[in-house]
């Protein structure tokens, strides 16, 4: 992992997306498909035709070591995509983790081989292998256009893009948040509420205690 992605990497996806400016989620219900897995790195981008994943036999291939493929499946989000063998192969060219907007399937041995999937939930529906679609090629999954080598970055809360000509501006704005963030747990340390850490109390007009 290069220098400018362990820094992203040492931010949580929530602090992202908010350095960001409320942009770069995907979907709420992908998720690391064992808690603890997280994800960084460049995107190499898939577009399948729905139950179709021949595709994603070429992108393990093609992409670059330290890539992460990130996939979206036009709409078909219950097929089961991505199992134990594309898992195998793509460790072998060095991908670093999976993000599909569908399914995978044979979760225990994907996790018995240590690799970050991050998917819509479980399928053991099948795919067939008819190759139309994209690689390398922008995709947008959910309300985010992800092109190839923006930064994808995946914790338990989820997967959040940060474009890759924003990288150097969005670690400003997270250290910023998170320096925030410190003081405030500090003043909530010193028995204050958040009504009047942020001056809501005042600013709203709402009683910042209960009168007793």
Known sequence: MNDTYKKLSDFGTATLHEAMGR?????HNIKPINASMKLCGPAYTVRLKPYNNILLHQAYAYAEEGQIIIVDCQGGVDGG???DLLTLGAQQFGVKGLVIDGCVRDADEIEE???PVFSRGLSVRGTGKDIEG???????????????????V?????????????????IEKAISREEKEAFVRQELLKGKNSLEIYNWG???????RKDT
Not at 23 to 27: Q, R, W
Not at 202 to 208: A, D, Q, S, V
């Open 154 to 170: 995946g914790d338990r809360d989820g997967v959040v893009v940060v474009p890759k000509d924003e990288i150097e501006v969005t």
């Open 113 to 115: 081989l240590n690799f």
């Open 23 to 27: 942009k770069g989620n995907l979907p």
């Open 81 to 83: 995509y991505w199992g």
């Open 134 to 152: 994209s690689l390398n090629e922008t995709i947008t999954i959910g309300s985010v256009d992800i092109q190839p080598g923006d930064i994808i």
């Open 202 to 208: 005042e600013k709203y007009n709402i009683p910042t």
